[in-house]
């Protein structure tokens, strides 16, 4: 993949995927095509990535849509995990990850939207080590529906990386630490546990 280029993945043949603890499936959601992804096991220690074939990343725009929302049967703290995965090393061994916690979008709680969206770096680097140790600093709020169809777009540049969701103007979450480095590796769709999460095409842009 050129780094100079505008590449699209259409997410329409989900036999291509190289699947971790996931089911895939296309679907129709909210009025348009989707890819659907299930977890494999809820209770699996695992993480739950579907890796695009071809999609070798270093820096760049990653543009796409996703909706998350907790599956029927999950346990009721679940959120609706749903994110994208960039620089993932052969196998998912390794990557950084941005994605959202719906559910905390617009609830009564003013720490729980404080939650809405999260940074997290595969395996050394989980959410809970994160907030442990820098409390605030890798996550953030922004207004998000559970279930809804969500713009997100991610810039990455070096160790620098920013989650813009909405098409707003303003990153919502900046990390300047990306705890792998300037690594290279593929793109995955990610999703947590419990979760039913829908994707449309993903787009990958060079930087301005």
Not at 28 to 42: I, K, S
Request: net charge negative; glycine share 8%.
């Amino acid at each position: 993949m050129n780094d100079s280029f505008m590449h699209i993945f259409p997410l329409d043949s989900p036999s291509e995927l190289e699947l971790t603890n996931v089911k895939a499936e296309l679907v129709t959601y909210r009025g348009r095509a989707a890819l659907r992804l299930l977890e494999q096991d809820m209770m699996s220690d695992e993480q739950s990535i579907a890796i695009l074939p071809g999609s070798i990343f270093k820096d760049g725009v990653i543009e796409t849509e996703i909706a998350g929302s907790p599956r029927a049967d999950a346990p009721a703290d679940m959120r609706g995990f749903v994110g994208i995965a960039f620089r993932v090393q052969p196998h998912g061994s390794q990557f950084e990850c941005f994605y959202l916690r719906p559910t905390n979008g617009r609830a009564d709680d003013q720490l729980r939207r404080n939650h809405a969206t999260q940074y997290c770096s595969h395996p050394d680097y989980p959410w809970f080590r994160l907030r442990e140790e820098n409390p605030g600093v890798y996550e953030s709020y922004v207004d998000l529906v559970t279930g809804e169809w969500t713009k997100i777009k991610i810039v990455v540049s070096g160790v620098r990386a920013q989650l813009y969701v909405n098409s707003a103007e303003q990153p919502c979450l900046i990390v300047n630490d990306l705890k792998l480095g300037e690594t290279e590796g593929r793109i995955a769709l990610w999703i947590g546990a419990g979760t039913e999460a829908h994707f449309s095409n993903v787009v990958v842009k060079p930087l301005e």
